[in-house]
């Protein structure tokens, strides 16, 4: 991801800024996806496997990025906290 644009995006709701999401975390949240134990903040399960995602950098939510393009809706963002294997949580 382009850092100009990394260094302009934070939380729409926070407005915490973001980085992007390491492997070992990416890893931790498909495992749970898989697993079938992580829902988006609106409450609908999240059933796609995330290619590549920001997390703000207080660790405390998760947004993927779609064909190169952060999808930063408060409503599609993905909370740690329910994430119990998360690092950094």
């Known amino acids: 991801m382009d850092k100009r644009l990394l ?3 934070c ?12 492997k070992h975390e990416l890893d931790a949240v ?22 590549e995602a920001l997390i703000t950098t207080d660790s405390k939510v998760i ?8 999808v ?4 599609e963002g993905i909370g740690t906290a329910q994430l119990t294997d ?3 949580v």
């Open 7 to 9: 260094d302009i995006l």
């Open 86 to 88: 998360f690092p950094g």
């Open 30 to 51: 498909n495992e749970a996806i898989v697993a079938g134990k992580v829902d988006s903040v609106a409450g609908v399960a999240v059933r796609e496997r995330i290619t």
């Open 11 to 22: 939380c729409p709701v926070s407005k915490t800024p973001v980085r992007p999401l390491s």
């Open 72 to 75: 930063m809706l408060p409503e």
């Open 63 to 70: 947004y993927r990025v779609e064909d190169g393009i952060p």
